[in-house]
């Protein structure tokens, strides 16, 4: 049976969990924070009862609740760089759905160290993006958005601009779906930025081309160094 | 030439809010200075000394300009440029 990591239990993680653990895929469930009462409009395992408690114990009991016997393993973790290899060791996949850009680059250079696949989500607004990757088979994270924003001022993707609740369910769905394909050993989307637009109604996916200087994956390319300097600079510690 | 540009949430206040406008150019940099005469402080929201910043994708059509010809990617009239910067959050 495959383990997923589910990195961040926020509005991405919790339909893409909901979606794997329908499917009796086990998962490792990886998120610090505790469930506040802002979170409930997007975040579908929670409820009122849940406000204060650790995101991952809350998850965990929905989704055992929601039916099948799934293994869980609910790690009250943030992902860093001292942890991360530790808290993907023996996952098959990792689902990454967080709510900073400093862990979306630590988790894709970590699931490059590892060689394993990764589902990246993210939303801001009405629009939502999925980059599923295989290692280097198509274009990883940092192929696309190469590095984090220099701490100019410059940082537009760092501003918290809202999110619309629907929108992270779609996504997170989406997520949920590549990641089963991967596991079932279609990789055809592997490379593929997914657009989803909830105001237009409207989906684009459209294949990248993996970057020939690549820092991450061009050929040659020493393994990255996950220390905190490479992912503190733009929006604030890992 | 005559472009559609989409234009991200992050973006849409030096927009005054629109998902979508129009600006004139025969390649994307020519594009980029229109819509900063238009929209006073675009440019450096997406280009900096270096061409694109790094954690900006500039596509017309389909296709990244990283693997056109950059910011002397030539636009034809009708074809719409889409800004996807990376975003975090959900």
Known sequence: MPLVAVVGLGGLGCPAAWALARAEVSLRLLDEDRVERSNLHRQMLYTEADVGRAKVDAAARALLDAGPQVALEAMAEH????????????????????????????????CA????PVVHGACVGWVGTVLPVVWRAGACYRCVFEDLPLDDGSAA?????????????????????????????????????GRYDG????????????????????????????????????CGDV | MTVTVRIPTQLRPLTRGASEVTA???????????LDRRYAGLRD??????????FINLFVGDEDVRH????ATALRDGDTVVIVPAVAGG
């Not at chain 1, 501003?159 to 990789?187: H, I, K, R």
């Not at chain 1, 409207?202 to 220390?227: F, H, I, K, N, Q």
């Open chain 1, 79 to 110: 992902v860093t760089p001292d942890s991360a290899l530790r808290l993907f060791e023996g996952v098959s996949l990792v689902v990454e759905g967080s709510d900073n850009l400093a862990t979306k680059f630590l988790v894709a250079d970590a």
């Open chain 1, 113 to 116: 160290t590892l060689g394993i």
């Open chain 1, 157 to 193: 993707s760092c501003v918290t601009a809202g999110v619309y609740g629907p929108v992270t369910s779609v996504v997170g769905a989406l997520m949920a779906a590549d990641a089963l394909s991967f596991l079932a050993g279609d990789t055809s989307r592997a490379g593929h930025l």
């Open chain 1, 199 to 234: 105001w237009a109604q409207s989906w684009r996916s459209t294949p990248m081309r993996a970057r020939a200087d690549c820092p991450l994956c061009r050929p040659g390319a020493a393994p990255p160094t996950l220390t905190p300097d490479r992912y503190g600079a733009a």
């Open chain 2, 24 to 34: 004139e150019g025969d390649t994307v940099a020519a594009l980029v200075d229109d």
């Open chain 2, 45 to 54: 929201r997406l280009l900096d000394a270096r061409g694109v910043r790094r």
């Open chain 2, 68 to 71: 056109l010809d950059g910011l």
